[in-house]
Each structure stands twice: as C-alpha cells, then as structure tokens.
C-alpha cells in the first residue's frame, strides 16, 4: 500500500528552480507532519524542511531563503519550491510523513543541480 509519492526531480542548471510534489493518502496526509530529506552521494540523510497539518513550517539552515514547503489540502499534496539551486543540493530528496507511531517514507526523487 503505497503512502507517498514524490516527483519533480529533474536535471536543473545552478541558479535554475524545481518543484517537488509529495502525494499522500489522505488518512495520512491530514494527521502528519510531512517533511523533505535528502541523501547525497557520501553524506548523511538530512533534513530539508517540513510542514505540520496546522500549516507551520520548519527549514535547515540550508533551505531557509531558497526553499518553499507548503500543502494543498485539496489535493493531499505537499510542495517543496526550490529557488536559486546550487550543485550541492543534488541529492534524492525524499519525502516523509511522521506522527503518532507512524513513520513512512516514499521512494525518493533525484535532483541533479549541474551545468
């Protein structure tokens, strides 16, 4: 049974823009916080941002200024806008639903920042 499911990975020149999209199952869509990580060649997953049902947001320092997280409760979508990318953001971002005893993740979409 499929929870989420990331896409908007992309091959984007440094400077370019993505949006990344996470669907959710709409059980777990309005009673978690959904996140975005990311995991690099030879580097450690680490968090990006994330969104709780109530709408308040959360950045790395890396994100804050560049990245936009936000939700379409219509839709069951969460949205990572990505400004002003840099080769060091390419990694397979991953999106994640937290809450309670649950922790579910998806399967990851690859963003190749590169010229």
């Known amino acids: 049974q499929v929870q989420l499911v990331e896409s908007g990975g992309g091959l984007v020149q440094p400077g370019g823009s993505l949006r990344l999209s996470c669907v959710a199952s709409?059980?777990?869509?309005?009673?978690?916080?959904i996140g975005w990580h990311r995991h690099a060649p030879g580097k450690e997953r680490e968090f990006v941002a994330a969104?709780?049902?109530?709408?308040?947001?959360n950045y790395a320092d890396s994100a804050k200024g560049r990245f936009t997280i936000s939700r379409d409760n219509a839709k069951n979508t969460v949205y990572l806008q990505m400004n002003s990318l840099k080769p060091e953001d390419t990694a397979v971002y991953y999106c994640?639903?937290?809450?309670?005893?649950?922790?579910?993740w998806g399967q990851g979409t690859q963003v190749t920042v590169s010229s």
């Open positions: 709409r059980r777990l869509f309005i009673i978690s916080v």
């Open positions: 969104i709780t049902s109530g709408g308040s947001t």
């Open positions: 994640r639903a937290t809450g309670g005893p649950w922790d579910y």
